[in-house]
T-cell receptor
Framework: NAGVTQTPKFQVLKTGQSMTLQCAQD?????MYWYRQDPGMGLRLIYY???????DKGEVPNGYNVSRLNKREFSLRLESAAPSQTSVYFC????????????FGPGTRLTVL | QQQVKQSPQSLIVQKGGIPIINCAYE??????FPWYQQFPGKGPALLIA?????SEKKEGRFTISFNKSAKQFSLHIMDSQPGDSATYFC?????????FGKGTRLHILP
């Protein structure tokens, strides 16, 4: 049982480049989330997916897109990266809603130059 | 009305002391209040959580106190240990909406 896995662990991009952050969970959870963590800002929700086939915006969705590929996988895409998107990105999953325990992945540290 | 305000930003406590971290929320619709613990280089992990129908919950050395009328809740760590040094986040949620506090960096001196 790997829990929540994220790839890559680290990434450096140039402004304007695109990339996709991958997330997968093996706990048969329905809900999945993408957060960004910045110093002094806590965790801010970017997008979430309450179930396979649905996605909704969180607190800071601008500049990002998501895909819930299947029940296990939830990807986050940066179409045109900006320095303001330099952050640590965490994926999480929970059984059915945010009032269930959220299990977090190890994070992806992204730097945009 | 969507904010969760957490204080202090950082806290240093001697081993054996009782650090207290406070959070306040505005939206009375929130019905689940978890605390997450994060060690450097790791993702956050659930520590303890409470629902507003109780005023206190204990799990081991960790206690949440909840004051529904004041819209405040706090985390107390009894007999704190150096291994408790981490960043702690409170949160408030309802259905799929969750808002985290900005975190408290706790350091327990040996």
């Amino acid at each position: 049982n790997a829990g929540v896995t994220q790839t890559p662990k680290f990434q450096v991009l140039k402004t304007g480049q695109s990339m996709t952050l991958q997330c997968a969970q093996d706990m048969n959870h329905n809900s999945m989330y993408w957060y960004r963590q910045d110093p002094g800002m806590g965790l801010r929700l970017i997008y979430y997916s309450a179930s396979e086939g649905t996605t909704d915006k969180g607190e800071v969705p601008n500049g990002y897109n998501v895909s819930r590929l299947n029940k296990r996988e939830f990807s986050l895409r940066l179409e045109s990266a900006a320095p303001s998107q330099t952050s640590v990105y965490f994926c999480a999953s929970s059984l059915s809603s945010s009032t269930d325990t959220q299990y977090f992945g190890p994070g992806t540290r992204l730097t945009v130059l | 009305q969507q904010q969760v305000k957490q204080s202090p930003q950082s806290l240093i406590v001697q081993k054996g002391g009782i650090p207290i971290i406070n959070c306040a929320y505005e939206n009375t619709a929130f019905d689940y209040f978890p605390w997450y613990q994060q060690f450097p280089g790791k993702g956050p992990a659930l520590l303890i959580a409470i629902r507003p129908d109780v005023s206190e919950k204990k799990e081991g050395r960790f206690t949440i106190s909840f004051n529904k009328s004041a819209k405040q809740f706090s985390l107390h760590i009894m007999d704190s240990q150096p291994g408790d040094s981490a960043t702690y986040f409170c949160a408030a949620s309802r259905n799929d909406k969750i808002i985290f506090g900005k975190g408290t960096r706790l350091h327990i001196l040996p």
